[in-house]
């Protein structure tokens, strides 16, 4: 972008792109290094999706979890048991 007040460009395209890439960055940063449980959610807003927490856990970030696989779940395990054991 062209300063006429300097006569020459002082905001590149590498500018622009660096400065969205770092808000971009702080963004992902800021929702998965913050706590967030403090805002309340009504009880539609907690049925319509998996919470953070959750999605923390299935990650492995949450330390106190027990690192359970949803998909091994019992159900899933005994299947798995039977189909061995045939």
């Known amino acids: ?3 006429p007040s300097i006569g020459q460009e002082s905001l590149t395209t590498v500018d622009v792109i660096g400065v969205l890439a770092g808000h971009f960055l702080f963004g992902v940063a800021a929702t ?3 706590d967030w449980s403090w805002i309340p ?6 049925e319509s999706s998996r919470s953070l927490k959750e999605i923390k856990r299935s990650w492995g ?5 027990d690192n359970k696989d949803d998909s091994l779940s019992s159900a899933n395990i005994k299947s798995l048991v039977e189909d061995n054991n045939e």
């Open 61 to 65: 970030w949450d330390e106190k979890s």
């Open 41 to 46: 959610l009504s009880p539609q807003q907690r």
């Open 32 to 34: 998965l290094l913050v």
């Open 1 to 3: 972008m062209y300063d």
